[in-house]
């Protein structure tokens, strides 16, 4: 049952960062990437199979082996990957904050959809 | 760990986590901001704080040494819950259709309104 | 001797385009020098090729793909190279001349000697890959030279015109060719010239053929692809006159006589090419006779008797051959001098239109005399080169054996083709030369300078002498080109001009008495002048060209519609498709079973707090979804999930995750409120809800198509290799917190690329907001807010704070902690000094350059990894020891704690720079007084 | 012991961490320690060319850890090609951006040495979780070089490029998680072993996964239907940045050839090739549509852009047909068409600044200062990008349509040739009306500066590159076939991966 | 029976957060948002020392010390910016 | 002693801090404390917080004893009050007039204040003279600003003089 509620858990995030990820502007989609991030990490973090009560962190006494600790790549990995989302939330953000202000709009094509581009 | 020891741990569990649900029960139950911003703020912090005790008292009795760390905690919840419910009441207010505020006292006349 | 004759062109363009500030005359003469001295080397090479010797240089190029620097010369190529060579002196001479001053000359005979030298290279390889390659590039120089009047738009559109069919039919010649390569095992032109049996009998025979002639049709202007070449005509008329006559034109026909052996000798080869021919040559002389531009009958003209020449390699028998091997010749030679007569009249009259022209041979009676000679030899009149090789060509047409039909109707080409040339040549010199006129002429025209007319009288004496005494004349060159292709088994025939009285003779003789009545009967019946003939082909071309362009913009605009949302709907759709694509496969091919979505691990109990966890987290994203139009509210809904999931986290053992997750989560609030300032507050509506709800299925497909692939995934039994991981990290890395050890030593090159791109970051965010103002939102009035009691507050946590996170940062290695999480704990209290005390109050007292402090961190971890190189062991092998410290006792460290500091200071900049430099950004409409912060 | 493979990423990430420590405002000593960085990186991948070339795969194993617990980084003929093409490329854009441009934008020097550590550690690593991390860095540099000192659309341009990219990347994660959760590994040459030896109910599940990482890979380089991000960002990208964008589909490229090669390749069993089924057919519609997309530009930069995309659809037209000799000649293209197109943005940008207002429109008629010379470095770069001769585009095009088997005949070789045609026609349109129908500056004073030596200098260099790779084809070309011999048998790089021991610790505990 | 009395306390606890996230959903105003996501980290804390005690392990203090610590950082920036809207000024 | 100690009370919770949290006193740890102890506060200064003069610790202690009752016991009050009826409850605010001037003294009386159940300070005027307080229940403002300033504020004068 873990198993389906974390399968599912990531479901529903990724159902929702997809759909704010269509949207339409800037910082829907930064939302919707922020929750797809959340959905990644947890899938990755699914991938070493979940267990509860066993922290990979060595314990005097207890031998290193999986059977008494959680897979510890993944853990790893999902690190990575959360400080690089949020490099790239970062960037992200900052870019879709001088788009709307160079281009007075905050669509995510840099104008309001009815008006068409304006010339360089 | 002797009985009465448990007993003891058992009740501080007992009365954080009443606490801590009263907190939640006001922020749920009661009908305007002001109201609720006291249980949460508060109920809750002194039911973490029980619970804390509790926490301590398990540790040590496991013989895991006595964790005398988890009161920091408490001292944190204690310098940061008062700037989170003052800015709260802040935001709140700055929000507020009609001032709330009473006037000050006369002889405050000389200062200055609120700066907004 | 080979590799000079080619390499004289090259490096006489090469010298003419670099000394650019000498007199004309220099340049024309480097530019002369260079066929002038290849006619030297031709010459010294001539007896050896006329004793049927082959001389042949090879050189390395592409070996393994059979692309070899290989140059022959056998009769074919000699003749090609003496045409080219020989008529390029002309050309160059008179080019000398007809340039004008405005003209950059250098440019021009660098593009001449360069188009010369492809020529050349073109006749002499002795690869077909090589060949190819010159091939092309006479379709680039010939581009440079149609377009050498660049101001001019039809120069333009005829360069772009000619390179679109010679360049594409090249590109299909080159297609031709590799299979001719495959077929045969070698691009050897002796091996594929001697391979023909098995060439016609392969199954690729037909494709190749097919490609091949679309290469040479396409070059040498043949019916329908004929129409580039009228549109040349915008070339200065030295350029028109060589490739017309010896060289771009005729690079379609040389190649058709160079793999005439490999090629020829089936129905296929002679049905199209003879057809392809006939239909040009009628074509070509028909549309002749109503140009008015002199150079536009010309080029008709040359495209007629191109024809004339596919239609003879098409009828394949030997003496066909031969035929149009001296057509080849003929025409080169009486074709250049017309069309420098063409120039020469265009240069004194200012015009080229016969419709303005006439009477000429009053104001210049020698060069009119000349052009008339010449075009009597175009229109094929006895004692002239022309007539020689039109006889063979009737004579051949009657002699068709085995294709009765085939017989008939290409006598009558023959013979209709006969009267049509003699009709425009005519008309070239009726409406030139005689009659009324010039009319409409804006200056005096008078005998051309000396060295211009010197070409052209060149030229047509060359025509009277063939025509007259072939066998004194043309009759060894004839043999030995013919041997070029025919091999020594050459047909008798002879070069006499009197044959007797013989069918051939009487269809010549026809042909001028029906061409003298079709022309005149022709201007009696209508006004020739009235007449304006576009060409069909080149209308169509334009027209298609038009359409490509127009079709080309709407697909690509219509598909690359600059729509994000576009681009990412593809991108989860590509997605699906390819997720769901082996599972469709298999259910399609009924073994689904093969791959069942649960798999035979897994089934834990899941507790209802776990549950009670999942509630909140779901309920939290949908809320985030379904507020995301109020974007502070939707920032509140993430904050809520972001704390589930580090709670998720907890729950399922990676306490490290948790802390980080909790610590990312407040600095990603901090980022998105600190950007929320300067977006608007709120979504608009979506533009359908069509579009919505399209939406949302797609999004219900994703979450559940990523709900399947998980659970499937981890309830199957796990084969990883963690288990070393965990039993390797204490005794050989000296770290408990394994997670930590694998970001530290075992994977510490991830985690070096991790800090990377969170110092990256900041940096982007540097370049991206340093001294930039930005439009607010909404504007709060009043100043900066003054929050006295939660600033002490704060000043209490702030040391606290540093101390927990040196804290987390030293027992990183063996507990949960370590160099990002500790960097994110020292920045937060910072950025919440930034938020309670404002932007210029906390960088003035505290005002760190982060930029500096990422490159410190990157060194410090570089640093750290390269130490252990120094060791001899790779980048990043951890070390360890345990000093005794006095006072303090046995002291473990690690190396890994060096690169844990550099991660602590890139993480802690790099955060910093980020949350500082958004702080910082200074709404437009600020006052200066505000604004000298930072 | 040889620490050379990993010098090519910790050489530009030092060379970056001083440039953050130098004075800001002394870009003096920023140039200095870039040049150095790449004068190094340049004679590194030189070295790793050759020792490549003896046909070892060089391990290196990071940390001392075996190859499967650690990262490994391995240099075999393809990873030494793409280090030596992109140290190549990175000489002629820095020497362009040193012509003020790295005046305006901010970090540029840091910016580019790691952009230049990103890639190297892409094309270096044999571990797929890295191969992300590395994609990471090179991505967030990009975003970095291309609008640090840009504005207006370009902001918007980099939105899209952004978010397209972070889209990307969180597939990649996705595909690695469910990859990693089937096989249990990271290192490429472990994971294709256990690709191998897969349990018959786990193979609809690893295709599903290994198909997302295609899609995440073809969105790096720009496939069908996924390449719709890269015409606008890589025209709006500043010229030197654009130019050295050219590479970074290439990385996408690379990387499908490596994994899909390796991981998924002919050791892979029931997997073996799969994904070039689906590659083959996307790579040639891809190939039609760029053409189309070349000749409809409104910009030379905007063609460029579009030639880009044509160049990776090409390359993977090549790699999907799977012999050794279409490889050979797709990354003996990859390596010239880097370079063309790399040329061509940096002469797109010239042209742009000696037509004033008219920029690189090619609808509008405009003087155009110092035509000769731009006409000629055009005329150059667009004979080698449509593949006329006898420039190596022609030979790289040859190559390919030399090695297409008989099957696919058809489809790829109409394809080639007639997009070959387009490009032809494309080129031909915009250097028409760039260059010939330009006059010149009717008075002297308006004209403006001829463009600095630096910049005709790289374009030179870059065309340069070109010339060599024609002239020395044959070598070329024989050093690409065993690159490719070496990437389509991947057992003997699994062996080398898997065998090669540890300095100091145990293989195995 | 402490370990009963450990896991009626998660659900208890797990109750309270479920009526915070009830308030963080119904509002109405922001501050209340604010002040059920604040209560919510609060009554992490407890979740968190509580969960320690059921698995015996002192694993999570870090994570309950954090939340304590900076836990409020996220309540006063959204304060900040329901008054200010530029919570860096 | 200034220069390097800008804060005693600050240094000795730093010290306390650390050494909880490494729950190791051993010489080892007890020197980086100290170290700590004293870099941190240090660094800290920098942000040049306005100084606290701490008077009587004493009555600090004392103080400190009578808010955790206060807690306790209105706790106790305030959660009858949330699980009782709603009408029963008449919250309000009410202005506090200071007498501290002090801003540590002040922050320390909002403080207790607010970590009191029942009441909340939820603003300082702009001239510190008047603090606001929200009482969960008001019976009668001027009692409950009296208590405020005869519980809290009198002792505060003493310790932050
Ligand atoms: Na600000
Ligand atoms: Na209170």
Redesign the interface.
């Known amino acids: 049952m873990i198993e389906l509620a974390l399968a599912s858990g990531i479901g529903v995030l990724t159902a929702c960062g997809v759909y704010l990820l269509l949207r339409a502007r800037s910082f829907d989609v930064i939302l919707g990437l922020t929750l797809l991030s959340y959905a990644t990490n947890l899938l990755i973090f699914a991938s070493g199979r979940p267990v509860i009560g066993k922290p990979p962190v060595l314990r005097e006494g207890v031998a290193g082996t999986l059977a008494n600790y959680a897979d510890p790549l993944p853990q790893a990995l999902v690190l990575t990957a959360i400080v690089i989302a949020f490099a790239m939330t970062a960037v992200a953000i900052v870019v879709a904050m001088r788009s709307r202000a160079d281009n007075r709009s905050d669509h995510v094509d840099g104008h309001e959809p009815e008006t068409p581009e304006p010339e360089r | 760990m002797s009985a009465a020891f448990e007993i003891l741990l058992v009740l501080l569990l007992a009365v954080g986590t009443f606490f801590v649900l009263v907190g939640s029960i006001g922020l749920v139950k009661l009908s305007e901001f002001f109201k609720r911003l006291h249980g949460p703020t508060k109920a809750t912090t002194l039911g973490v704080g029980c619970i804390l005790v509790a926490s301590i008292g398990h540790h040590a009795a496991l013989g895991d040494g006595l964790g005398l760390r988890e009161l920091l905690i408490t001292g944190f919840l204690f310098i940061t819950a008062p700037i989170s419910a003052h800015l709260m009441a802040k935001a709140a207010l700055s929000l507020a259709e009609k001032d709330p505020r009473p006037p000050t006292t006369p002889r405050d006349d000389a200062s200055p309104p609120d700066s907004r | 001797m080979l590799e000079l004759l080619l390499a004289l062109p090259f490096v006489l363009a090469l010298v003419v385009a670099v000394l650019r500030d000498v007199p004309r005359a220099v340049t024309a003469w480097l530019a002369a020098s260079a066929p002038l001295l290849g006619l030297v080397v031709l010459a010294w090479l001539t007896p050896a090729v006329m004793a049927g010797e082959i001389p042949q240089v090879s050189y ?6 059979g ?1 070899l620097f290989d140059l022959r010369l056998d009769g074919l190529a000699w003749m090609f190279a003496g045409l080219i060579l020989g008529i390029g002196v002309l050309i160059v001479m008179y080019a000398r001349y007809y340039l004008s001053s405005n003209d950059c000359a250098p ?1 021009f005979f660098a593009y001449l000697l360069l188009f010369m030298g492809a020529m050349l290279g073109m006749v002499l390889a002795g690869n077909l ?1 090589l060949l ?3 091939w ?2 006479t ?2 120089s010939s ?2 030279l149609i ?1 050498y009047w ?2 001019r738009k039809d120069a ?1 559109e005829g ?2 015109m000619a ?2 069919i010679t ?2 039919g ?3 010649l ?2 031709g060719v ?1 299979l001719l ?2 077929i045969t095992g070698s691009f050897q032109l002796d091996v594929v010239l001697a391979s023909g049996d098995a060439i016609r009998a392969h199954p690729l025979y037909a494709p190749m053929l097919g490609l091949v002639l679309l290469g040479i049709f396409s070059k040498s202007a043949q019916f329908p692809l004929h129409f580039w070449l009228p549109q040349a005509m915008a070339a200065p008329t030295p350029v028109s006159a060589y490739l017309h006559s010896a060289t771009m034109v005729k690079a379609g026909v040389f190649l058709l006589a160079r793999l005439h052996p490999a090629l020829a000798g089936t129905d296929l080869f002679f049905y199209t090419v003879s057809c392809v021919g006939a239909a040009t040559l009628l074509v070509g002389a028909w549309n002749a006779i109503f140009q008015h531009d002199l150079k536009g009958l010309l080029a008709y003209s040359t495209i007629s008797h191109l024809g004339l020449i596919t239609l003879l390699f098409g009828l394949s028998t030997p003496m066909a051959v031969v035929a149009g091997v001296f057509h080849i010749l003929n025409h080169a030679v009486f074709k250049a001098s017309l069309f420098m007569a063409a120039g020469i009249i265009d240069h004194e009259a200012g015009t080229r239109d016969m419709r303005r022209l006439g009477g000429l041979r009053r104001l210049m009676p020698f060069t009119s005399a000349l052009a008339i000679i010449a075009s009597l030899a175009m229109a094929g009149i006895p004692l002239l080169n022309g007539f020689l090789s039109k006889e063979m060509f009737f004579a051949e047409a009657l002699e068709i054996s085995g294709h009765d039909a085939m017989r008939l109707g290409l006598s009558l080409v023959a013979f209709l083709a006969g009267v049509f040339g003699v009709a425009y040549s005519l008309r070239f010199v009726h409406d030139t030369f005689f009659g009324d006129g010039p009319r409409a002429v804006d200056r005096e025209i008078h005998e051309p300078p000396r060295w211009m007319k010197i070409p052209v009288e060149i030229l047509v004496v060359i025509c009277l002498a063939v025509g007259i005494v072939p066998a004194w004349t043309i009759a060894p060159v004839l043999a030995t080109a013919a041997r070029g292709v025919l091999g020594n088994a050459l047909p008798a025939y002879s070069l006499s001009v009197w044959h007797g009285f013989n069918l051939p003779l009487l269809m010549s003789i026809g042909s001028m008495v029906f061409g003298v009545a079709l022309y005149f009967g022709l201007r009696r019946l209508f006004n020739l002048h009235a007449i304006i003939r576009r060409s069909l082909g080149h209308r169509l071309f334009r027209v298609n ?1 038009k359409a ?2 127009m ?3 709407r ?3 219509a ?2 519609n ?14 699906l498709v ?6 469709a ?2 259910l399609l091919s009924g073994t689904s079973g ?3 979505l649960q ?1 035979s ?25 379904a507020m ?1 139009r109020q ?13 589930a ?36 507050k709120t ?2 509506h ?2 359908s809800a069509l579009r919505r709800w399209r ?2 299925a ?3 497909a ?3 198509g ?11 039994p ?13 005794p ?1 890395a000296w770290g ?4 930590n ?3 530290v ?14 110092g ?2 900041g ?8 001294r ?1 103002r ?7 009035p ?23 996170s ?3 940062f030293l ?1 990183g290695h ?4 370590g160099g ?1 999480i500790a960097g994110l ?1 020292l920045a ?2 910072l ?9 210029a109050y ?1 960088q003035q ?2 005002g760190f350059d982060y ?2 402090c ?3 961190g ?2 410090a971890a ?1 640093g750290t ?2 130490a252990s ?1 120094l060791f ?7 070390g360890h020891a345990d000093p005794h ?1 006095p ?3 046995e ?1 473990p460290l690690a190396s890994a704690l060096g690169f844990d500091v550099g991660v602590y200071l890139v ?1 802690f900049g ?1 955060a910093m720079l ?3 430099m ?4 200074k ?1 437009k409409d600020a006052s200066p007084a505000q604004g000298n912060a930072a | 012991m040889n620490h050379l493979p990993v010098l090519p990423v910790l050489l530009p990430l030092l060379a970056a961490a001083l440039a953050l420590l130098v004075p800001r405002r002394s870009l003096a000593a920023q140039r200095l320690v870039s040049w150095l960085s790449i004068g190094a990186l340049l004679a590194v991948a030189i070295l790793l060319t050759r020792q490549a070339g003896q046909g070892e795969v060089l391990v290196y194993l990071l940390g001392d850890w075996p190859a499967r617990l650690g990262i490994a980084l391995t240099v075999d003929r393809l990873g030494a090609l793409m280090l030596l093409t992109t140290a190549l490329l990175a000489i002629p854009c820095l020497l362009y951006a040193g012509a003020g441009w790295d005046r305006r934008a901010l970090h540029f020097h840091a910016l580019f040495q790691l952009q230049l550590a990103g890639l190297n550690g892409a094309f270096l690593t044999g571990d797929l979780f890295n191969l992300f991390v590395f994609f990471e860095v090179l991505l967030i540099a990009s975003y970095g070089l291309m609008l640090s000192g840009g504005r207006g659309p370009r902001m918007s341009a980099g939105l899209h490029y952004v978010a397209f990219n972070i889209t990307a990347s969180t597939l990649f994660l996705v595909a690695l998680g469910l990859l990693y959760g089937l096989t249990g590994t990271l290192n490429m040459a472990e994971m294709a072993l256990r690709v191998a030896e897969a349990d018959p109910g786990d193979v609809a599940l690893i295709q599903a996964a290994s198909g997302i990482l295609l899609v995440v890979f073809c969105a790096k380089a720009a496939l069908l239907p996924l390449y719709l991000w890269l015409p606008e960002t890589y025209a709006r990208a500043p010229a030197a940045v654009a130019a050295l964008f050219t590479v970074m589909t290439k990385v996408g490229v690379y990387a499908v050839l490596r994994v899909y090669a390796l991981v998924f390749g002919s050791e892979a069993g029931v997997l073996a090739g799969w994904a070039w089924d689906w590659l083959l057919p996307a790579g040639i519609v891809t190939l039609v549509l760029a053409s189309l997309g070349a000749l409809a530009s409104p910009t030379l930069r905007a063609q460029a852009a579009w030639l880009v995309i044509a160049s990776a659809a090409t390359l993977f037209i090549a790699f999907s047909l799977g012999t050794a000799g279409a490889v050979s000649a797709g990354l003996y293209y990859l390596v010239q068409s880097t370079f063309a197109v790399a040329a061509l943005f940096l002469i797109a940008d010239m042209i742009r600044r000696q037509r004033g207002k008219a920029g690189d429109r090619l609808d509008i008629a405009a003087p155009l200062g110092h035509k000769t010379a731009l006409g000629l470095l055009f005329l150059v770069a667009a004979v080698s990008i449509s593949g006329l001769p006898p420039l190596p585009g022609f030979i790289g095009k040859f190559m390919l349509l030399a090695a297409v088997p008989e099957t696919q005949l058809g489809w790829v070789w109409s394809t080639v040739l007639v997009t070959s045609l387009l490009a032809i026609l494309a080129l031909a349109r915009s250097g028409s009306q760039l260059i010939w129908r330009a006059e010149t500056f009717a008075d002297a004073a308006a004209a403006p500066r001829p463009p600095r030596a630096p910049q005709r200098i790289a374009v030179a260099l870059l065309l340069g590159y070109g010339v060599v790779l024609m002239l020395a084809s044959g070598p070329a070309l024989r050093y690409t076939q065993a690159a490719a011999e070496q990437v389509l048998a991947p057992a003997d790089y699994m062996q080398q991966v898997r065998d090669t021991p540890p300095q100091t610790r145990a293989p195995s505990p | 029976m402490i370990e009963t009395a450990v896991v009626v306390a998660l659900y208890a606890v797990g109750l309270a957060m479920l009526m915070s996230l009830w308030r963080l959903l119904r509002g109405p105003s922001v501050p209340d948002r604010i002040l059920a996501l604040d209560t919510l980290y609060v009554n992490t804390i407890a979740l968190l020392i509580l969960f320690g005690m059921y698995l015996d392990s002192s694993i999570y203090f870090e994570a309950a010390l954090i939340i304590a610590m900076l836990g409020f950082v996220g309540t006063v920036m959204l304060s900040k910016y329901v008054m200010r809207r530029d919570i860096v000024e | 002693m200034r220069r390097f100690l800008p804060s005693l009370p600050l240094s000795l919770a730093v010290l306390v801090l650390w050494l909880l949290l490494v729950s190791d006193f051993g010489p080892g740890q007890l020197v980086l404390g100290l170290v700590l102890a004293i870099a941190l506060p240090l660094f800290a200064d920098m942000l040049k917080p306005e100084r606290a003069h701490i008077g009587r610790l004493l009555v600090a202690l004392r103080l400190g004893g009578t808010v955790f009752v206060d807690i306790v016991r209105s706790n106790i009050e305030v959660a009858r009050r949330i699980l009782g009826p709603e009408h029963a409850i008449t919250p309000g605010f009410v202005q506090v007039p200071l007498e501290l001037s002090n801003i540590h003294g002040i922050t320390a009386l909002a403080s207790i204040i607010t970590l009191t159940p029942g009441t909340v300070s939820a603003e300082l005027s702009e001239d510190r003279r008047h603090l606001l307080v929200h009482c969960f229940n008001l019976g009668d403002a001027e009692g409950a600003v009296a208590t405020i300033k005869a519980r809290y504020e009198a002792p505060l004068k003493e310790i932050f003089p």
């Open positions: 390395d190029w592409i070996p393994q793909a692309l440019r890959l190819v390659v010159f092309e590039l379709s680039i581009f440079l377009g660049t101001q333009r360069a772009r390179l679109a360049g594409g090249g590109l299909a080159l297609g590799l390569g495959q060209v490509l362009l079709l080309a913009w697909f690509t605009y598909i690359a600059g729509s994000l949302q576009r681009y990412l709907l593809l991108m989860v759709l590509a997605t390819l997720a769901a694509a082996p599972f496969a298999g093969a791959s069942p798999g691990a897994g089934g834990q109990p899941m507790p209802a707090l776990g549950w009670l966890l999942w509630l909140v987290m779901a309920v939290a994203a949908i809320a985030t979804v995301h974007r502070l509210l939707a920032l509140i809904m993430i904050g809520a999930v972001g704390l999931v580090s709670l998720v986290f907890v729950f399922l053992s990676a306490p490290d995750l948790a802390l980080t997750q909790l610590l990312v989560e407040m600095v990603t609030i901090a980022l998105m409120l600190l950007a929320l300032n300067y977006l608007p979504s608009p979506g533009r939406d949302i797609i999004a219900a994703a979450g559940l990523v709900t399947t692939l998980v659970y499937a995934v981890i309830t199957r796990t084969q990883t290799i963690a288990g070393e991981l965990l039993a390797r990290s204490l050989e408990s917190n394994v997670v050890v694998i970001l030593d075992f994977r510490g090159f991830d985690t070096l690329g991790e800090i990377t791109v969170f990256i970051a940096l982007v965010v540097h370049a991206l907001l340093r930039t930005l439009t607010v939102d909404e504007t709060i009043g100043g900066p807010m003054a929050l006295p009691m939660p600033a002490q507050l704060s000043h209490l946590l702030f040391p606290l704070a540093l101390a927990v040196v804290y987390l027992r063996n507990q949960p902690g990002f704990v937060i209290p950025l919440l000094q930034y938020v309670i005390q404002g932007s906390v007292r505290l930029a500096r990422i490159g410190v990157l060194l570089v990894g390269v190189m001899d062991v790779p980048f990043l092998t951890s410290l006072l303090i006792g002291m993480v790099g980020i949350l500082s958004m702080g910082a950004v709404s």
